[in-house]
C-alpha cells in the first residue's frame, strides 16, 4: 500500500553541476529559469530589448539565435549593451547547421556567449558531421564554454533513428515504432555526450536536453535520460503550442519530472500570439516552480474564485490589481527586502473562506460578498487588525499590502 511519503517530491537527481557565465545549473542548485529571444539577433536594438526584458522578468538565461554571420557579429556587441545597462545576464547560442563555421570565423561571438546549444541532428552536413561536431567542441574548450547538446526530434539524427528501426526489426520487432523514437532520441543525446568527453569536453561542461512535443514522450524520454546518465538536463517541451495548452502541456510535462527529481534547468515554449509578451514564458515557469514549492520568487496571491456570493467586480479587480503591483514592484522590492518573495497575501471575495484564508496569510481581505455588511476585515499576521468600509476599500488595501511589505 503506498503511503502519503511516495507523493512527496523525490530528492533531485545527483547531477553534475555545470557553470554557465556564473549561473550553476545541476549539481543540486536550484532549477534554473532560462528562456528565449524571437528576434533576428541581427537586428541589436531589438535583441538587446527583448533580452533585457526576460532578463528583468527574471529569465536567467537568455538563449539567442546564431545563425549568419550578421548575427554573429552581432552577439558581442549585444552582450557590451546589456553590460551598460547593467545586465550581466548569460547569453546562450543557438546553433544549427554552420555553428562550427560562426564560432571559428567570429572568435568575439565565441568568447561573449557563456554557451553554445547545438543539435545533433543537424550539427553539420551528413559525410561530414563527425568532424563539425568536433569543431564545435573544440571552440567549446578554446573558449572554456559548456555546450547544451539539444535533441529535437524535429531534427532527429535520421541515419541513427534508421540503423535502430533496422536493429529492432532484425530482433523481431519488441519495440513499437514510437519506442524505438525515444530511444533514438535518448542515444543521439548520449551518444554526442558520450564523443564530446572523447574529444576532451570534461563532463562540468556539457547539458543535455530532448525535447519533443508530446507529453507522454517527453516524460518517457527525460526519464530514460536520467536513468542513464548524471548530466545536467534542460527541460521543455517543444512546439508546447499556443494560450492556454502550451502552458497546460508544459506544466503538466516538467511537473511530474521536477516532481520525480529530474530537472536542472527549465524553458516553457509558449507559442506568443500576435504582438504578445514574450516574457509570459517566464513568468509561467516561474509560477510553476514556485506552486510546486521548489523556488520562491515572487509573494503568492491567494484569490478565491469568486461565485454567486460575489456579483460586484470589486474583489476581482482588487485580486488583478495586487498582484499586478506586485509584479511590478518585485525587482525594487527584491533589492530592498531581502525574502520579500516568501510572503502570502490573500484576497477573498466573501465571508465563507475569506476570514480562514486571510488568517493563514501573512496580510488578507475578505471582501463583503452580496448581501452581506460592507464591510471588509483586514488580518495581519493571522489577527483581525481593522475593518476597511466605504468605497476606497481596494486602494486602502493596497497601501496596506505596500506598508506591511516596507515594514
Ligand atoms: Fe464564493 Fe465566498 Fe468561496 Fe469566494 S470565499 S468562492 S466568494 S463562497
Not at 103 to 110: I, Q, S
Not at 348 to 357: L, Q
Amino acid at each position: 500500500m503506498s503511503s502519503a511519503f511516495d507523493f512527496e517530491p523525490q530528492p533531485r537527481r545527483a547531477s553534475v553541476a555545470v557553470d554557465v557565465g556564473g549561473v550553476i545549473v545541476g549539481g543540486g542548485a536550484p532549477v534554473v529559469v532560462q528562456s528565449m529571444t524571437n528576434t533576428d539577433t541581427a537586428d541589436i536594438d531589438a535583441t538587446v530589448a527583448q533580452v533585457a526584458a526576460l532578463h528583468k522578468a527574471g529569465s536567467e538565461l537568455v538563449r539567442i539565435t546564431v545563425d549568419r554571420d550578421e548575427s554573429a557579429a552581432a552577439v558581442p556587441k549585444i552582450r557590451e549593451r546589456l553590460l551598460r545597462l547593467g545586465m550581466d545576464v548569460p547569453l546562450v547560442g543557438d546553433f544549427h547547421y554552420i555553428g562550427h563555421k560562426l564560432l571559428a570565423d567570429h572568435p568575439a561571438c565565441a568568447e561573449a556567449l557563456a554557451k553554445y546549444r547545438i543539435n545533433p541532428g543537424n550539427v553539420g552536413f551528413k559525410d561530414k558531421k563527425d568532424k563539425q561536431f568536433a569543431e564545435i567542441i573544440e571552440m567549446a574548450m578554446r573558449y572554456d564554454k559548456p555546450v547544451r547538446i539539444g535533441v529535437n526530434w524535429g531534427s532527429l539524427d535520421q541515419e541513427l533513428l534508421t540503423r535502430l528501426m533496422d536493429e529492432n526489426k532484425a530482433n523481431g520487432s519488441p519495440l513499437t515504432a514510437q519506442q524505438v523514437t525515444r530511444e533514438t532520441i535518448v542515444q543521439s543525446a548520449l551518444l554526442s555526450a558520450e564523443l564530446a568527453e572523447e574529444l576532451g569536453l570534461p563532463r562540468n561542461r556539457i547539458i543535455l536536453s530532448a525535447k519533443v512535443s508530446g507529453v507522454q514522450d517527453l516524460i518517457a524520454v527525460y526519464a530514460m535520460l536520467a536513468a542513464r546518465s548524471d548530466h545536467a538536463l534542460h527541460l521543455g517541451l517543444t512546439e508546447a503550442g499556443m494560450g492556454t495548452k502550451g502552458i497546460v502541456a508544459s506544466s503538466a510535462s516538467l511537473g511530474i519530472l521536477m516532481q520525480q527529481g529530474i530537472g536542472d534547468t527549465i524553458r516553457i515554449s509558449l507559442t506568443p500570439e500576435p504582438g504578445g509578451d514574450r516574457t509570459r514564458e517566464v513568468q509561467v515557469a516561474q509560477e510553476l516552480l514556485q506552486v510546486m514549492g521548489f523556488r520562491q520568487f515572487i509573494p503568492v496571491v491567494a484569490a478565491c474564485p469568486g461565485c454567486g456570493r460575489t456579483t460586484s467586480t470589486v474583489f476581482q479587480e482588487l485580486a488583478q490589481k495586487i498582484q499586478e503591483d506586485i509584479r511590478a514592484s518585485m525587482p525594487v522590492w527584491r533589492e530592498k527586502y531581502p525574502g520579500v518573495e516568501a510572503l502570502k497575501v490573500a484576497v477573498m471575495g466573501c465571508i465563507v473562506n475569506g476570514p480562514g484564508e486571510s488568517k493563514h496569510a501573512d496580510i488578507g481581505i475578505s471582501l463583503p460578498g452580496t448581501g452581506e455588511m460592507p464591510a471588509a476585515p483586514v488580518f495581519i499576521d493571522g489577527q483581525k487588525a481593522m475593518t476597511l468600509r466605504g468605497p476606497k476599500i481596494a486602494e486602502e488595501f493596497q497601501l496596506l499590502v505596500a506598508d506591511y511589505i516596507e515594514k
